[in-house]
């Protein structure tokens, strides 16, 4: 079996971006908008997504699980007819990751903390 070490967890990471920030939508977007000044009574519908927010949470998490694997797994590194990434591309590349999966986990975990700044 043939892997590509070149593979990019890009469009992984970018997932999980999306979905943290569907998740925490309920919280993170309305207040957002009221410090930007932005206010009404529209503003009550946006935490009707609440309840899509284990779903997100979960894609989000499923997301940043197949980036770890792409960078830190077996097919990260070498293929079987020994082409080989570049580890300083690959320690760029698990530097991003973790520097994305700090912000996605701030982003997870918004709704729990946003109560210690109110």
Do not use: H, Q
């Amino acid at each position: 079996m043939s892997t590509n070490p070149t593979k990019t967890s890009l469009p992984a990471i970018v997932g999980a971006t999306l979905a943290a920030v569907g998740a925490s939508v309920c919280c993170v977007v309305p207040l957002a908008l009221v410090l930007m000044g932005i206010s009404g009574a529209w503003i009550a519908n946006l935490t009707a997504l609440d309840a899509w927010r284990p779903w997100f949470s979960a894609a989000t998490l499923l997301c940043l699980a197949l980036a770890f694997w792409n960078l830190y797994g077996p097919p990260s590194r070498c293929r079987t007819d020994g082409e080989c990434v570049d580890p300083r591309v690959l320690l760029r590349r698990r530097r991003w990751l973790w520097i994305a999966a700090t912000f996605i986990a701030l982003l997870l975990l918004f709704p729990y903390y946003v109560t210690w700044f109110l």
